[in-house]
């Protein structure tokens, strides 16, 4: 079974300029989740779609975050304009249910270099 | 605020010995509690899971133990070996009907061979 893909895997990029990533989940997974990994510390969750809907969003710095899944599988997160403070792993995440008590899978995440 | 925290950043053990990370939690209200292990490079990987009606649960290697007295959760990982040596996160869930996982900070886990 495929595991969920991320890209591009490194990304360096100057702050006020605009970056995004792609996700592609585990097939089937109806849902997905996008963390932000500040280095040294746990993953904190930034939005949570069940199929192309939003559960959760609420830690989502949405004057320069956003975030789609069109079409219910694969995802975008987009930043723009980037701060120095953005710096970090985005890792995708999918399971198979939206209660949360499913496991989780991670994808290796996206490194984000502002300068 | 509520938080999930570990009390050790750095564990390191010898091959062939039993660690156990340590993590303690704030939130009385959690009833779900997950433990990941992520190597350098990699996105988190699932350990072990345990629901607040349980205080013990055991998988291949490993244990967590929950103490909802003391808001205390611990993983206990039989015969160390090298390959274990990762950063250790311990997430909880479920508090107020909430299914927001919620990670430490992590414990680093050395393996000496």
């Known amino acids: 079974e495929a595991g969920v893909a991320q890209s591009p895997r490194y990304k360096i990029i100057e702050k006020r300029q605009s970056v995004a990533f792609w996700c592609n989940p585990i097939?089937?997974?109806?849902?997905l989740y996008w963390y932000q990994q500040i280095l040294g510390q746990g993953p904190k969750l930034l939005i949570q779609?069940?199929?192309?809907?939003?559960?959760?969003d609420s830690q989502l710095p949405k004057d320069r975050f956003s975030a789609e899944r069109l079409k219910g599988v694969d995802s975008t997160l987009k930043i723009q304009p980037a701060k120095l403070e953005d710096s970090a792993v985005y890792l995708c995440?999918?399971?198979?249910?939206?209660?949360?008590?499913?496991?989780?899978?991670f994808g290796p995440g996206t490194r984000l270099t502002v300068l | 605020g509520e938080s999930v925290g570990l009390h050790l950043p750095t564990l390191s053990v010898q091959e062939g010995d039993n660690s156990i990370i340590n993590c303690a939690y704030s939130n009385s209200a959690s009833d779900y509690f997950i433990w990941y292990k992520q190597e350098s490079g990699k996105g988190p990987q699932f350990i072990i899971d345990?629901?607040?009606?349980?205080d013990k649960r055991q998988g291949q290697r490993v244990t967590v133990l929950l103490n909802k007295t003391v808001k205390h959760l611990s993983l206990q990982i039989a015969a160390t070996q090298p390959g274990d040596s990762a950063v250790y996160f311990c997430a909880e869930q479920g508090s107020g009907g909430s299914y927001i996982p919620t990670f430490g900070r992590g414990t680093s886990l050395i393996v000496h061979p």
């Open positions: 779609f069940q199929n192309n809907g939003v559960v959760d």
């Open positions: 345990i629901r607040s009606n349980m």
């Open positions: 097939s089937g997974h109806a849902t």
């Open positions: 995440a999918s399971s198979s249910s939206s209660w949360g008590t499913n496991e989780q899978f």
